[in-house]
């Protein structure tokens, strides 16, 4: 995390090149809905699954939580939570990205598990996202 | 010396001659009657933290008000003809809305980069979901507004992009990415159907009768302002969209190297490299758009023009008049102004299958830029205006209003139909036979625009055509004039200067109707014995017009006899009636008024510079945006105005120094 690029692929495999189009050309946005607080979750098509997107402030102040639901996935899809020289775990599903002062807390990948893997001349945390995933950036 | 006082004493011979004849008619002292007689422009409450800045208006079907702001709020209006309108946010957070559409229980607006449909999911009278139709390149020039979206009769949309502008040659549109500079169809499902090019500033999309009409705004290649009807593959004639014809889904096929060698488009570059801004060459051999057309059969020449600083300086929204909404001009259409913050008027007819007709002034007056216009359930207008990153005259840059009809039918020409060797005027009211018989009461000239790179075109190839005879239909309401001289795809400029209404010999509000004769229609000539070829001296204006307000152009008519008088001994100090008529013909007064603020600075604060008269007359040629910087619009070259002229305008500027 902290840098401006997108969080999705389609992978055919968890070891294949992340994709490196910054354009990401099979990305249909589709508009936001609002919560009763006038929140956006995002919707969008990415390789022709329907996405949707919602980051909240944690829900007891802690950090920040995205949530992301895919749906009429064709392939395999995977999130890129983290890249970085060093990426630590430190139990609980807690990731310390190259000795930062925040966490990479997985809370909810329905049953998948994280990969750290080279990639890019760095680490990469990636995990694949079946159905949904819910991570939280903690401070 | 002796040859002087002859001219002098004939001079005023002519001139008490003129002014018995001013007097002598059994006329009642009438004021010409004018637009504000009958259509009132009421203001519109909005609450003090609403900023209007109107991008979109649409109509609901319970008769609320949709807006849509250029801030990016859309807002509900309920009982909006009510003294207490309620005002309630709907949506916000959206980029720049130039357009609102209602389908299907909806609310549709075109952002800069996207097609958003607005719904309220859990009926709190706020929009909850955003979804994008679909989204279109940008490249993030300011100027890639995007207008629409007008609901085609298929369920889709139409939606249209302004080109963006060089960075060096900073006047010369340019499409950076599909599809600036084009006419485009949006599906609901998101897909994006390129439709036409050519557009420069298509700031005003109009579905009529099912059929998609557009204005633009008068800038490089466009040499003035029009509505044009678009079908799919048209090319109107601005070069920069050209850019994707290859792409496989366009359906223009023309290119831009093409175009280029038929019409040059002067990327000329001084000794040190830099590229030269094209300036109107005033001796040259030109090429116009009719010229265009005969060689590259894809181009499509406007329905109707609106001459250039007469009819408006940045057209803008196209609608109808629905049936029995203001009276004789019901089933006419409207089209909105951003620089002269005014409306036209258009009548349309078809001949040999193709849209032609008239235009007229019809409102002026309004308080910022006219951009959108819909039609409240009662029968008046409300009018959405803004202009910001542009001039217009009025006292506010952004605007609500209303206008409101009092019943009251004023006496204009109705519409203007070709005829095989003419024109057939209906009027409003019947016409007094003595003057609509008169030839003299008629005069017709035609012209047209340059096709060339500069910004914006002189009125070219006039001509005079002569009225051979008029037949006056037996109720009064027509009169059918033969005209020589007539020129296909050329607009005819028919003033009426001398008919009068019948019961209170009102001169026509608005005299002047320009019609474009794209085809002269088949069918019987009157016959000489048809027809009467009287000319008589010119009727007067009994009101010899108050220096009206400059920005109004409508009613103050001088006649043939008074301008003449006018021209006499030039030793005099110049007077406003003296000049009066150069600053309507060299249209000065599309953005100079004498003492407001318009598109342009005052003439009373021109004069405060205390330029001397050759310092005047070079900057009407060459003007220089610098020494203006809080006014945003440029003032274009007019080279165009004879040195006389620009003499005796400069002059009469230079008397108004304190």
């Given at each position: 995390?902290?840098?401006?690029?997108?969080?999705?692929?389609?992978?055919?495999?968890?070891?294949?090149?992340?994709?490196?189009?910054?354009?990401?050309?099979?990305?249909?946005?589709?508009?936001?809905?609002?919560?009763?607080?006038?929140?956006?979750?995002?919707?969008?098509?990415?390789?022709?699954?329907?996405?949707?997107?919602?980051?909240?402030?944690?829900?007891?102040?802690?950090?920040?939580?995205?949530?992301?639901?895919?749906?009429?996935?064709?392939?395999?899809?995977?999130?890129?939570?983290?890249?970085?020289?060093?990426?630590?775990?430190?139990?609980?599903?807690?990731?310390?990205?190259?000795?930062?002062?925040?966490?990479?807390?997985?809370?909810?990948?329905?049953?998948?598990?994280?990969?750290?893997?080279?990639?890019?001349?760095?680490?990469?945390?990636?995990?694949?996202?079946?159905?949904?995933?819910?991570?939280?950036?903690?401070? | 010396?002796?040859?002087?006082?002859?001219?002098?004493?004939?001079?005023?011979?002519?001139?008490?001659?003129?002014?018995?004849?001013?007097?002598?008619?059994?006329?009642?002292?009438?004021?010409?009657?004018?637009?504000?007689?009958?259509?009132?422009?009421?203001?519109?409450?909005?609450?003090?933290?609403?900023?209007?800045?109107?991008?979109?208006?649409?109509?609901?079907?319970?008769?609320?008000?949709?807006?849509?702001?250029?801030?990016?709020?859309?807002?509900?209006?309920?009982?909006?003809?009510?003294?207490?309108?309620?005002?309630?946010?709907?949506?916000?957070?959206?980029?720049?809305?130039?357009?609102l559409e209602y389908k299907d229980g909806n609310l549709y607006c075109a952002q800069?980069?996207?097609?958003?449909?607005?719904?309220?999911?859990?009926?709190?009278?706020?929009?909850?979901?955003?979804?994008?139709?679909?989204?279109?390149?940008?490249?993030?020039?300011?100027?890639?507004?995007?207008?629409?979206?007008?609901?085609?009769?298929?369920?889709?949309?139409?939606?249209?992009?302004?080109?963006?502008?060089?960075?060096?040659?900073?006047?010369?549109?340019?499409?950076?990415?599909?599809?600036?500079?084009?006419?485009?169809?949006?599906?609901?499902?998101?897909?994006?159907?390129?439709?036409?090019?050519?557009?420069?500033?298509?700031?005003?999309?109009?579905?009529?009768?099912?059929?998609?009409?557009?204005?633009?705004?008068?800038?490089?290649?466009?040499?003035?302002?029009?509505?044009?009807?678009?079908?799919?593959?048209?090319?109107?004639?601005?070069?920069?969209?050209?850019?994707?014809?290859?792409?496989?889904?366009?359906?223009?096929?023309?290119?831009?190297?093409?175009?280029?060698?038929?019409?040059?488009?002067?990327?000329?570059?001084?000794?040190?490299?830099?590229?030269?801004?094209?300036?109107?060459?005033?001796?040259?051999?030109?090429?116009?758009?009719?010229?265009?057309?005969?060689?590259?059969?894809?181009?499509?020449?406007?329905?109707?023009?609106?001459?250039?600083?007469?009819?408006?300086?940045?057209?803008?929204?196209?609608?109808?008049?629905?049936?029995?909404?203001?009276?004789?001009?019901?089933?006419?259409?409207?089209?909105?102004?951003?620089?002269?913050?005014?409306?036209?008027?258009?009548?349309?007819?078809?001949?040999?299958?193709?849209?032609?007709?008239?235009?007229?002034?019809?409102?002026?007056?309004?308080?910022?830029?006219?951009?959108?216009?819909?039609?409240?359930?009662?029968?008046?207008?409300?009018?959405?205006?803004?202009?910001?990153?542009?001039?217009?005259?009025?006292?506010?840059?952004?605007g609500l209003q209303r206008l409101v009809w009092n019943n009251q039918v004023p006496?204009?020409?109705?519409?203007?139909?070709?005829?095989?060797?003419?024109?057939?005027?209906?009027?409003?009211?019947?016409?007094?036979?003595?003057?609509?018989?008169?030839?003299?009461?008629?005069?017709?000239?035609?012209?047209?625009?340059?096709?060339?790179?500069?910004?914006?075109?002189?009125?070219?190839?006039?001509?005079?055509?002569?009225?051979?005879?008029?037949?006056?239909?037996?109720?009064?309401?027509?009169?059918?004039?033969?005209?020589?001289?007539?020129?296909?795809?050329?607009?005819?400029?028919?003033?009426?200067?001398?008919?009068?209404?019948?019961?209170?010999?009102?001169?026509?509000?608005?005299?002047?109707?320009?019609?474009?004769?794209?085809?002269?229609?088949?069918?019987?000539?009157?016959?000489?014995?048809?027809?009467?070829?009287?000319?008589?001296?010119?009727?007067?204006?009994?009101?010899?017009?108050?220096?009206?307000?400059?920005?109004?152009?409508?009613?103050?008519?001088?006649?043939?006899?008074?301008?003449?008088?006018?021209?006499?001994?030039?030793?005099?100090?110049?007077?406003?009636?003296?000049?009066?008529?150069?600053?309507?013909?060299?249209?000065?007064?599309?953005?100079?008024?004498?003492?407001?603020?318009?598109?342009?600075?005052?003439?009373?604060?021109?004069?405060?510079?205390?330029?001397?008269?050759?310092?005047?007359?070079?900057?009407?040629?060459?003007?220089?945006?610098?020494?203006?910087?809080?006014?945003?619009?440029?003032?274009?070259?007019?080279?165009?105005?004879?040195?006389?002229?620009?003499?005796?305008?400069?002059?009469?500027?230079?008397?108004?120094?304190?």
């Amino acid at each position: 995390f902290g840098k401006p690029v997108f969080t999705l692929a389609k992978l055919s495999s968890v070891d294949a090149p992340w994709v490196a189009d910054s354009a990401v050309t099979d990305f249909v946005p589709k508009g936001y809905q609002l919560d009763k607080s006038g929140v956006p979750t995002f919707r969008y098509f990415l390789g022709g699954a329907w996405v949707e997107d919602a980051v909240r402030v944690s829900n007891n102040g802690e950090g920040v939580t995205r949530e992301i639901s895919i749906k009429d996935a064709t392939g395999n899809y995977f999130a890129r939570l983290a890249e970085g020289s060093a990426i630590e775990e430190g139990g609980n599903g807690l990731y310390l990205v190259d000795g930062k002062s925040f966490y990479l807390r997985i809370e909810d990948a329905g049953g998948a598990k994280p990969v750290i893997r080279d990639g890019n001349g760095s680490k990469m945390l990636l995990i694949p996202v079946q159905q949904k995933l819910r991570y939280s950036i903690i401070f | 010396m002796k040859n002087i006082l002859l001219p002098m004493v004939l001079k005023k011979v002519l001139l008490s001659l003129s002014l018995s004849i001013i007097v002598a008619p059994p006329l009642m002292a009438q004021e010409a009657a004018k637009e504000e007689d009958f259509f009132r422009i009421a203001r519109m409450s909005v609450p003090e933290n609403v900023i209007l800045e109107v991008g979109g208006l649409v109509t609901l079907p319970n008769g609320d008000l949709g807006i849509s702001t250029r801030r990016g709020d859309v807002y509900i209006v309920e009982n909006p003809t009510s003294a207490r309108p309620f005002y309630r946010k709907f949506a916000s957070g959206l980029h720049e809305i130039l357009g609102l559409e209602y389908k299907d229980g909806n609310l549709y607006c075109a952002q800069r980069g996207e097609l958003t449909k607005l719904v309220d999911t859990d009926n709190d009278g706020r929009a909850d979901l955003y979804e994008t139709v679909a989204s279109w390149p940008i490249s993030g020039h300011y100027h890639e507004y995007s207008f629409g979206p007008k609901a085609a009769p298929d369920g889709a949309f139409f939606v249209s992009g302004n080109v963006a502008f060089g960075n060096e040659e900073w006047w010369r549109g340019e499409s950076r990415v599909p599809w600036r500079g084009w006419i485009f169809k949006v599906a609901q499902n998101g897909q994006i159907e390129p439709w036409a090019t050519g557009v420069r500033s298509p700031a005003g999309l109009g579905m009529i009768d099912g059929e998609l009409f557009y204005t633009d705004n008068q800038g490089d290649w466009i040499g003035s302002g029009a509505v044009w009807h678009v079908k799919k593959g048209a090319f109107m004639g601005h070069p920069a969209g050209l850019r994707w014809s290859g792409l496989p889904n366009s359906p223009v096929k023309l290119t831009t190297a093409e175009l280029y060698a038929l019409a040059n488009p002067r990327q000329e570059r001084n000794a040190q490299g830099r590229a030269i801004k094209p300036e109107n060459v005033v001796d040259e051999k030109f090429v116009t758009l009719i010229d265009m057309k005969k060689n590259i059969p894809a181009f499509t020449l406007p329905a109707v023009w609106l001459p250039h600083a007469i009819l408006g300086i940045s057209n803008s929204e196209i609608i109808k008049i629905p049936e029995g909404v203001f009276g004789p001009f019901s089933g006419q259409l409207l089209v909105g102004d951003q620089g002269q913050s005014k409306i036209m008027r258009v009548f349309m007819e078809k001949v040999k299958g193709e849209f032609q007709g008239a235009a007229w002034d019809f409102r002026s007056g309004f308080q910022s830029g006219v951009l959108r216009m819909s039609w409240a359930k009662d029968g008046s207008l409300f009018v959405g205006e803004t202009d910001r990153g542009w001039g217009s005259a009025g006292d506010a840059s952004m605007g609500l209003q209303r206008l409101v009809w009092n019943n009251q039918v004023p006496f204009e020409m109705r519409a203007v139909r070709a005829m095989p060797d003419g024109f057939e005027i209906e009027f409003t009211k019947p016409v007094d036979k003595k003057t609509a018989n008169n030839l003299s009461s008629y005069e017709v000239e035609s012209f047209t625009y340059k096709y060339h790179p500069v910004y914006g075109s002189p009125p070219v190839n006039t001509k005079n055509c002569v009225v051979k005879g008029v037949k006056v239909s037996a109720d009064g309401m027509k009169a059918r004039i033969v005209v020589n001289n007539l020129r296909e795809n050329y607009i005819h400029a028919i003033k009426l200067e001398g008919v009068r209404e019948l019961d209170n010999s009102y001169s026509l509000v608005h005299p002047t109707a320009y019609y474009t004769l794209n085809n002269i229609p088949k069918g019987a000539k009157l016959a000489q014995g048809e027809m009467s070829t009287k000319r008589l001296p010119a009727t007067q204006n009994t009101a010899a017009g108050k220096p009206a307000l400059a920005s109004k152009g409508s009613s103050d008519a001088t006649t043939t006899t008074a301008s003449a008088a006018a021209k006499k001994p030039a030793a005099l100090k110049p007077t406003f009636a003296s000049v009066k008529p150069l600053l309507l013909k060299n249209t000065c007064v599309a953005c100079h008024n004498e003492l407001k603020r318009q598109v342009g600075p005052a003439y009373a604060e021109i004069a405060k510079r205390k330029y001397s008269i050759n310092q005047i007359v070079r900057l009407i040629y060459n003007p220089n945006k610098a020494n203006w910087p809080e006014y945003e619009t440029e003032m274009p070259p007019m080279p165009q105005v004879p040195k006389a002229e620009a003499q005796k305008i400069a002059a009469w500027i230079k008397s108004l120094e304190k």
